[in-house]
C-alpha cells in the first residue's frame, strides 16, 4: 500500500484548477514568441490554470501550457502579477504525453527552480 499524506502535507505548496483550452492568441507574449520558434502555432493547444497556495488558499498566478499532440513537445510559462507587473518565467520545452496536468506540473517544477513559485 503507498504512504499516505499526512494533513500537514496536504496543507503545502502549490494546486491549480482544471486546464481549459483558450485561444492562442491569448498567450503570455513571451510564451508566444517562444511557441514562434517552434513548430506551427495552427498545431498547438494553449491551455490556462489558475495557481493557488495550499496554505493560504490565495491565488498566485497561473500556468499557461501549449501542447503539440502530433510532435510530442509542450511549451509553458507561469506568470504572477509582482507590483502591478505581469511577470512570467522563463518558457519551458519539454516532452509530453498531452495532458494538460501532467504539463503544468512539469510548469510548477520549473517555477519552482526560478524562484517564483515557493
Known amino acids: 500500500m503507498p504512504r499516505q499524506p499526512i494533513k500537514r502535507e496536504l496543507e ?9 483550452e483558450v485561444a492562442i492568441a491569448e498567450a503570455h507574449p513571451r510564451l508566444l514568441n ?20 495550499m496554505a493560504l488558499g490565495s491565488p498566485m498566478g497561473q500556468f499557461e501550457v501549449a501542447i503539440d499532440c502530433e510532435s510530442g513537445l509542450s511549451c509553458g510559462v507561469f506568470r504572477t502579477m509582482r507590483n502591478s507587473e505581469d511577470v512570467s518565467g522563463k518558457p519551458v520545452w519539454f516532452t509530453s504525453d498531452g495532458d494538460p496536468d501532467n504539463a503544468v506540473e512539469t510548469v510548477l517544477r520549473s517555477a519552482k527552480a526560478e524562484g517564483l513559485v515557493p
Do not use: E, H, I
Not at 503545502?12 to 481549459?20: A, K, L, R, S, V
Open 34 to 53: 517562444a511557441l514562434k520558434t517552434g513548430s506551427g502555432l495552427d498545431r498547438k493547444r494553449l491551455f490556462v490554470a489558475g495557481a493557488y497556495d
Open 12 to 20: 503545502q505548496g502549490t494546486y491549480w484548477t482544471p486546464p481549459c
